[in-house]
């Protein structure tokens, strides 16, 4: 004989058990014993637990039942007046029987750590969204035979052995609009800036499968950083997914903070998604983006380092699906995910936690699946619209052959490597020209970046090669000397100062007088000077030039004589006032 388990709050007298044992024997046709539990949280009514199948007669069951009827007869298309309405009530009141909501519920077996364990659950699916009985929210991630695995979105500690938990047949998913641009939001969308509540025009769904391959078109369209040697030697293109990578402390977030900055006036969204740092840290950012007027135009999404695992996890999901929603519009969208380290090592944690087995340097074998259908969702797509993706990786001592590094690097269209020796000697942004690489090219330049950029990358490379030469060497002859002059003089052509990116017209001008070997002469510790003095030149005296470039985006032949015939000009005013 099986048991059948009735929860309330008063024990039913002798007469009420005979009746419920009838119902169990006519609904399923063998005896049952019939045990009652004393649950004072049910303040009227019952709850009748027959294996899977739940009898919820509590004030609270019977009102999201008669809710979900009232919803389906809605879903049949019942017109909504007054008379309709009453006879829907009659109707359903009349007819309304003691139905088994089988599956719908479970119970908590375990709990810690943000995770929770549950059984009786058999028919929720990866992903679904579930809701405890104290209110907190939590998404499926683990399904077993006999029970499944959720992490929490809320504080654990309201989560009990023993509490119901109720499924709600939907997937995470994060409310978006304009209305969050120039918010500070969590994992989940819900606003952490004192500003108010924030309306929202939809909601999304916070994993969602990648565009298509024919609904995708190919990158083409640049998407400007203004920083001087990523735009000229690994242009970034809208759609693109460009990894920033490099040890702790070599300016990492800085060149995306600068990306960021460029945008101003370009019509591009842009999104910071901030995983497990400090908050103080964040909150310096958006002070600084505010003050620049970055926040115009940019949603921060912050999971920092104090939230939970599972809002760290989340977090770079829920960003993807705020970009889809302006994307869907046909609106470009830069996002930011600081980092996808961190990100790498909550998923772990959430993982070891559920109980997986790890793989290669303890993670489990779908973190490369983590990353991979995470920025597949960027894309240009064909009837516009763009979600251009920098994700950042830390690394440990420039070893970009890590598990992760090597994982985001065969995901992503390049990557920007910066280097710590590079960093620490004074070259900003620090970035190795030898490492770094846009599978992209030159279809993301403009035309005038194109023809301005020349063999500048050859050239350094050739410095460096001969750099590392003559250490083991003193005597030089003057072509070489000649040679590792110039290399030096565009290696400090190329630094450039945080929170300042370039104008197209300013890009240009710096590279073509370098390329063309205009401040040959120039003493090293002067280019910088040099370099600022010649574009407040340009722009008092060919301003019709600089404008014309910013609007075509070309540069002919003529014009770009002209650069080289006013940068010279320029250089002999600049070395008789010295």
């Known amino acids: 004989m099986s048991d059948a388990y009735l929860y309330s709050?008063?024990?039913?007298?002798?007469?009420?058990?005979?009746?419920?044992?009838?119902f169990l024997k006519k609904k399923y046709h063998e005896d049952y014993r019939l045990v009652w539990v004393c649950d004072k949280r049910i303040m009227s009514g019952f709850r009748l637990e027959v294996g899977t199948d739940i009898y919820d007669w509590t004030r609270e069951g019977r009102v999201t039942?008669?809710?979900?009827?009232?919803k389906k007869r809605a879903d049949e298309g019942f017109r909504q007046d007054s008379d309709e309405l009453i006879t829907l009530f009659r109707s359903s009141l009349e007819t309304w029987k003691m139905e088994a909501m089988p599956e719908e519920e479970g119970r908590v077996t375990m709990t810690g750590d943000g995770i929770v364990f549950a059984d009786g659950l058999a028919s929720c699916v990866y992903g679904e969204i579930l809701v405890f009985e104290s209110g907190v929210k939590g998404m499926v991630q683990d399904l077993r035979p006999d029970s499944v695995g959720i992490i929490l979105f809320g504080d654990e500690g309201t989560i009990m052995e023993g509490m119901?938990?109720?499924?709600?047949k939907k997937t995470a998913g994060i409310p978006a609009g304009d209305g969050f641009i120039g918010r500070v939001v969590d994992a989940l969308g819900n606003p952490i800036d004192n500003k108010g509540p924030i309306e929202a025009d939809a909601y999304m769904s916070v994993e969602a499968a990648a565009p298509e391959i024919i609904e995708r078109q190919s990158v083409d369209t640049p998407m400007n950083t203004g920083i001087l040697c990523i735009?000229?030697?690994?242009?970034?293109?809208?759609?693109?997914?460009?990894l920033i990578i490099g040890d702790r402390q070599t300016g990492k977030t800085a060149i995306a903070i600068d990306t960021i900055l460029n945008q101003k006036g370009n019509d591009v969204i842009c999104i910071y998604v901030a995983i497990g740092q400090k908050a103080s840290s964040i909150a310096q950012l958006v002070e600084s983006l505010r003050k620049k007027g970055a926040m115009d135009y940019t949603i921060i999404?912050?999971?920092s380092a104090s939230e939970s695992a599972p809002m760290q996890f989340i977090a770079p999901y829920s960003g993807t699906a705020l970009g889809e929603y302006f994307m869907k519009q046909g609106r470009d969208v830069l996002i930011v995910y600081d980092d996808l380290s961190k990100h790498a090592i909550a998923y772990r944690a959430l993982s070891l936690l559920l109980e997986r087995s790890p793989g290669r340097e303890a993670y489990p074998g779908d973190v490369f699946y983590l990353h991979s259908r995470l920025l597949e969702r960027s894309a240009r797509l064909a009837d516009g619209g763009s979600i251009t993706a920098l994700p950042i990786v830390e690394t440990q001592a420039g070893d970009v052959s890590a598990y992760i590094p090597t994982n985001i690097i065969s995901i992503t269209d390049g990557q920007i490597f910066l280097e710590s020796d590079l960093f620490f000697s004074g070259q900003r942004p620090a970035v190795n020209v030898g490492l770094s690489v846009s599978r992209v090219g030159g279809a993301a330049q403009t035309k005038a970046m194109k023809k301005a950029t020349g063999s500048i990358r050859l050239d350094l490379a050739q410095y460096r090669e001969m750099e590392v030469f003559t250490q083991f060497s003193n005597d030089l002859d003057d072509a070489t000397k000649k040679r590792l002059f110039y290399g030096q003089g565009l290696m400090h052509?190329?630094?450039q100062e945080q929170g300042k990116p370039y104008t197209l017209h300013e890009q240009v001008i710096l590279l073509v007088s370098g390329t063309a070997h205009v401040m040959q002469d120039i003493p090293i510790r002067e280019i910088a000077e040099f370099r600022k003095e010649l574009l407040t030149y340009f722009h008092e005296n060919a301003l019709e030039l600089c404008l014309r470039i910013d609007e075509t985006g070309s540069m002919s032949d003529e014009e770009k004589e002209e650069i080289i015939r006013i940068s010279r000009e320029f250089r002999q005013i600049y070395q008789e006032k010295k």
């Open 9 to 22: 709050n008063v024990e039913p007298d002798q007469a009420r058990k005979e009746r419920f044992e009838n």
């Open 65 to 70: 039942q008669l809710k979900e009827m009232f």
């Open 164 to 168: 119901r938990v109720r499924r709600t």
């Open 231 to 242: 735009d000229s030697m690994f242009p970034i293109g809208r759609g693109q997914r460009e």
């Open 301 to 303: 999404v912050n999971a």
């Open 493 to 495: 052509l190329l630094r």
